[in-house]
């Protein structure tokens, strides 16, 4: 059983009262993780922390910033082992999925080094007579970054990376269902030398979730927010940003469609939709769940992709290597075979697993003739499943594809590229992939969606614009007339 304890001004201190609460492991049920409780009192004593901590490391010159951020690259990826464990314990996940958190982790945190001399600006020209006149961009103050327990590293890492990089201090509110992963993240980054109170860590209850986010969104030192998780827990950290004029970046949920077009190559789609839908056992953001296959094609694709994914390895990842180990928890397997069973109720048909389930341990679900008028065409499963829809052209395609409040990821599979550019243009969604899959992230990319999947982006330079305020100044060169 891990220990969590809060960090806060770079020190490992109780949550107020001693409160602590346990996260279980969800194939065992046995406790995984001993956290800190924290209340809103440490909520505050965090982000006064990180304010106390900004002069200094806003102060730090951008070559120092990038030499701390790289120390914690090597840290972070020497411990893979260890975060690999901690991660499996937590959430069940299989050991590739821990070691490859860790392996896009250590190249975030790389790129946002890179980027510690890329916080620029620009001379504008005015029409002033004798005016110099300058855009700075400049850090804000203290960042929180709000993660998610799906892909723990990655996006803890994530919410925190690049506005370290920009001279912000930050916040992390951990999840709790993944207390230990995202306290393991910020010991790395104290351990590489950053500074008392840049990096705090608050753990907390479910049931303290409101109250603790509220608290930390409406601190006045807290200049920015980011938040990765669903559109309904989104919509609340919008509307509480909203309250307190605060900007907030969204990375929220999806429905990512796949396009296959008739000439398409039908091989490489397949590959494609097994690897979208089924990594982490689907519980990726990015996750493909709609297949939107031409019908002259249908046949071939929806036989290829049953056959393999009836042959993925699944069980307990405690017990060897399998591709589909454990959902995050009950709720899961119940909201798959409910939106699965309607479906078969209008009409789909089950062409690889479903049925019963042992406890959180799932096989991978291939649902054929899904149409629009089900819920399972709209509603987010977050679970190892993939339905197919069969359509007449590539117009309808377009249509189905869009018809969805979701817009995060997508891809489109077509041998001609000039077809597949253009109709890539005319999906609503933040990011397309022609002849890939959509489950993809690298860390110089913008990454973000939009309608219900969010705004802003992350990644790169993009993500500078995002933890940075861009300033107007002004030099009078000579002197200046004014009308009175």
Known sequence: ??????????KDVAAHGGRTFDRLNPISAEIATRAAAASVEDAVAAADAAARAFPA???????????RLNKAADLLEARAGEFSRVMMAETGCTAGWGHFNVHLATSILREAASLTTQVTGEVVPSDVPGALAMAFRQPVGVCLGIAPWNAPVILGVRSIAVPLACGNTVVLKASEVCPATHRLIAKVLQ?????DGVVNVITHTPQDAAAVSEALIGHPAIRRVNFTGSSRVGRIVAQTAAKYLKPVLLELGGKAPLIVLDDADIDAAVSATVFGAFANSGQICMSTERVIVHEQV???????????VAGLPSGDPRQGEVVLGSVIGRSTVDKVDHLVADAVRQGAKVLTGGGATTGTLMKGVVVDHVTPAMELF????????????RVKSAEEALAVANDTEYGLSSAIFTRDIA??????KRLDSGITHINSSTVQDEAQMPFGGVKSSGYGR??????????TELRWITIQTTPRQYPF
């Open 458 to 467: 992350f990644g790169g330079r993009a993500g500078i614009n995002e933890f």
């Open 378 to 389: 709209r509603e987010e499963t977050f679970g190892p499943h993939v339905s197919i829809i």
């Open 298 to 308: 249908a046949d071939e694709f929806a036989a290829k992709l049953a056959k393999r």
């Open 57 to 67: 490391w806003s102060a730090l010159g951008p070559n120092a910033r990038r030499a």
């Open 191 to 195: 351990d590489a030398g950053l500074g």
């Open 419 to 424: 077809k597949g550019i253009e109709l890539a």
């Open 1 to 10: 059983m891990e220990q969590v304890s809060l960090l806060i001004g770079g």
